[in-house]
T-cell receptor, first 114, second 115 residues
């Protein structure tokens, strides 16, 4: 049990759909992260939230819209995606000012865009 | 520039053989370093971490890693590979003074274990 849950675990959506990915952590952390993991590519950091404020946005297209309503929840809203957006989307959390503290990862959402 | 580099995208060993996965880092400040393992269609699980308390770090599943500042390395080893060790392994580092907890990940190494 990692303490970080993600729903749904699998999602198939068309390019015109709108869907949301949800991440929840029960670890008392106040930093949360979205990563994209594509086949044959390194892990890509998409967004960083610290104390519910977005502190990093790594040139992610606007069709991905994150939301952090409180320190326990993180969403990734998806609209008009492209087939190349198909990937495993991972959420993670850590304490703020983490020093030697690790990030805890959820199991991921496998997204397929058709 | 701060970076984490894993040498070798694929490593293949026989069951019972030594596992050695290589990781080098580049950092302007003393780093915190981590090894994660990922099984298919799952998230990343922490194997071990270096936080300056000891240069030889022992982790779960019989893995260990040694921090060598002179070589800027943090290689992962296991004396005897099991079939269940087949997975993707990621080295990661907290290399700067950022307080967001951000990690820099290496490219990953796929470990294959042959019977």
């Amino acid at each position: 049990e990692t303490g970080v849950t993600q729903t749904p675990r699998h999602l198939v959506m068309g390019m015109t759909n709108k869907k949301s990915l949800k991440c929840e952590q029960h670890l008392g952390h106040n930093a949360m992260y979205w990563y994209k993991q594509s086949a044959k590519k390194p892990l890509e950091l998409m967004f960083v939230y610290s104390l519910e404020e977005r502190v990093e946005n790594n040139s992610v297209p606007s069709r991905f819209s994150p939301e952090c309503p409180n320190s326990s929840h993180l969403f990734l809203h998806l609209h008009t995606l492209q087939p190349e957006d198909s990937a495993l989307y991972l959420c993670a959390s850590s304490p703020l000012g983490a020093g030697g503290a690790e990030q805890y990862f959820g199991p991921g959402t496998r997204l397929t865009v058709t | 520039a701060q970076s984490v580099t894993q040498l070798g995208s694929h490593v293949s060993v026989s069951e019972g053989a030594l596992v050695l996965l290589r990781c080098n880092y580049s950092s302007s400040v003393p780093p915190y370093l981590f090894w994660y393992v990922q099984y298919p269609n799952q998230g990343l699980q922490l194997l071990l971490k270096y936080t300056s308390a000891a240069t030889l770090v022992k982790g779960i599943n019989g893995f260990e890693a040694e921090f060598k500042k002179s070589e800027t390395s943090f290689h992962l080893t296991k004396p005897s590979a099991h079939m269940s060790d087949a997975a993707e392994y990621f080295c990661a580092g907290r290399l700067g003074s950022s307080n967001t907890g951000k990690l820099i990940f290496g490219q990953g190494t796929t470990l294959q274990v042959k019977p």
